[in-house]
């Protein structure tokens, strides 16, 4: 395993409340992705950090922020979350240069 | 926007029969990626190829990326109940960024 945990692994909750998804990675790795999957989309970056405090949107990152305090840990958070959040969120990690993404075991959110 | 389309989105075989799987796109890549993604977990790489024309053999599994790098394509031979998986190809966003788009996922079931 790359040493990535994602948490929580399943989650229910109500259109227009916060959630917070967390990434945790043991592999002192710089970069760090959010996606979300879909059925008939395959992956897509919601936003990733290429280091501490350094993050940039990815192509589906409306009604989504980021925060990365520290090289381990790297939060995924909804504000305000909407039904069509529902979906599975996978975390990545990736180390310099050619290094491949990584990913974790995701976490199906579902809004009500 | 760089967009990778694989076909067929599902595939049903039977143990022992030969298959394909194509990714396509109107745009170049520096490489492109095949992945394996089983139910609850995420997606893990199998090969990256890099070069036009590059054919990379994993076993029962073929790759070959194709000489212009805007497509490439996945065989598999005498397949196996144990290749039941979602297969996506992943590639290089233009512009660097240590940025991947996916395909948009080919869902293969083996059976007995």
């Known amino acids: 395993d790359a040493g990535i945990t994602q948490s929580p692994r399943h989650k229910v909750t109500e259109t227009g409340t916060p959630v917070t998804l967390r990434c945790h990675q043991t592999?002192?790795?710089?970069?760090m992705y959010w996606y979300r999957q879909d059925p008939g989309h395959g992956l897509r970056l919601i936003h990733y950090s290429y280091g501490v405090k350094d993050t940039d949107k990815g192509e589906v990152s409306d009604g989504y922020s980021v925060s990365r305090s520290k090289t381990e840990d790297f939060l995924l958070t909804l504000e305000s979350a909407t039904s069509s959040q529902t979906s599975v969120y996978f975390c990545?990690?990736?180390?310099?240069?050619?290094?491949?993404?990584?990913f974790g075991d995701g976490t199906r959110l579902s809004i009500l | 926007t760089q967009l990778l389309e694989q076909s067929p989105q599902f595939l049903s075989i039977q143990e022992g029969e030969n298959l394909t799987v194509y990714c396509n796109s109107s745009s170049v890549f520096s490489s492109l990626q095949w992945y394996r993604q089983e139910p609850g977990e995420g997606p893990v790489l199998l090969v990256t190829?890099?070069?036009?024309?590059e054919v990379k053999k994993l076993k029962r599994l073929t790759f070959q990326f194709g000489d212009a790098r805007k497509d490439s394509s996945l065989h598999i031979t005498a397949a196996q109940p144990g290749d039941t998986g979602l297969y996506l190809c992943?590639?290089?966003?233009?512009?660097?960024?240590?940025?991947?788009?996916f395909g948009t996922g080919t869902q293969l079931k083996v059976e007995l």
């Open positions: 592999e002192n790795h710089r970069y």
């Open positions: 992943a590639g290089p966003f233009t512009g660097g960024g240590n940025k991947l788009t």
């Open positions: 990545a990690i990736r180390g310099i240069g050619d290094q491949p993404q990584h």
């Open positions: 190829v890099v070069t036009g024309g």
